[in-house]
């Protein structure tokens, strides 16, 4: 079963423009990390924010977390045809991860 | 370095065969964990592997199996295929430790039956 699960399904931008997308989960958690995935292929691991942070950076990336409503959003700034992808958020404690429903982002030139 | 293989890369079988799957993880990385991804949800964990031993396993029925050989690469078995079992397999590897680690996917492995 999935954890929880992203919002919006699917988006579609223009290039430059910044992407919103938002995670909301079931269990109390560590931490809560990012994954990108290109075209049905692997994953690529994006970002880990703990149960303790509230926000945090990497290049284009802005990750929040609200542990009180259960919730995490992702932010691409200036986002580029490059960036087209799904993106998952994921829980776990150990190397069990359970992922949510992802957000498929198109970026357009 | 190398990062996580895995073999074949697209597969098809017909109902009722088994299949295995192949994964090297990378160098150093002694947990493996498999998760089966249906099209258009996100992935779901199978099994992880430790040390040669099975540390975790997820809601799959006995028809999944998987082992983690000496040199940590690892297998996935799956019997007696359904056409529900169509799907990306994925592997990933970890270092040990501590703290919650990064996962490092493969590519996976597209199996269609039919």
């Known amino acids: 079963s999935q954890q929880g699960e992203e919002d919006p399904q699917a988006l579609s931008i223009q290039e430059g423009e910044n992407a919103t997308m938002n995670c909301s989960y079931k269990?109390?958690?560590?931490?809560l990390q990012w994954y990108r995935q290109n075209s049905g292929r692997g994953l690529v691991h994006l970002i880990l924010?703990?149960?303790?942070?509230r926000e945090k950076h990497s290049g284009r990336l802005r990750v929040t977390l609200d542990t009180s409503k259960k919730s995490s959003s992702l932010l691409i700034t200036a986002s580029r045809a490059a960036d087209t992808a799904s993106y998952f958020c994921?829980?776990?404690?150990?190397?069990?991860?359970?992922f949510g429903t992802g957000t498929r982002l198109q970026v357009f030139p | 370095d190398a990062g996580v293989t895995q073999s074949p890369t697209h597969l098809i079988k017909t109902r009722g065969q088994h299949v295995t799957l192949r994964c090297s993880p990378i160098s150093g990385h002694k947990s493996v964990s498999w998760y089966q991804q249906v099209l258009g949800q996100g992935p779901q964990f199978i099994f992880q592997y430790y040390e040669k031993e099975e540390r975790g396993r997820g809601n799959f029925p006995d028809r999944f199996s998987a082992r983690q050989f000496p040199n940590y690469s690892s297998e996935l078995n799956v019997n007696a295929l359904l056409l529900g079992d169509s799907a990306l397999y994925l592997c990933?590897?970890?270092?040990?430790?501590?703290?919650?680690?990064?996962?490092?996917f493969g590519p996976g492995t597209r199996l269609t039956v039919l």
């Open positions: 990933a590897s970890s270092k040990p430790g501590p703290a919650v680690n990064t996962q490092y």
């Open positions: 994921a829980t776990g404690l150990t190397d069990k991860l359970i």
């Open positions: 924010i703990r149960s303790n942070e």
């Open positions: 269990t109390s958690i560590n931490n």
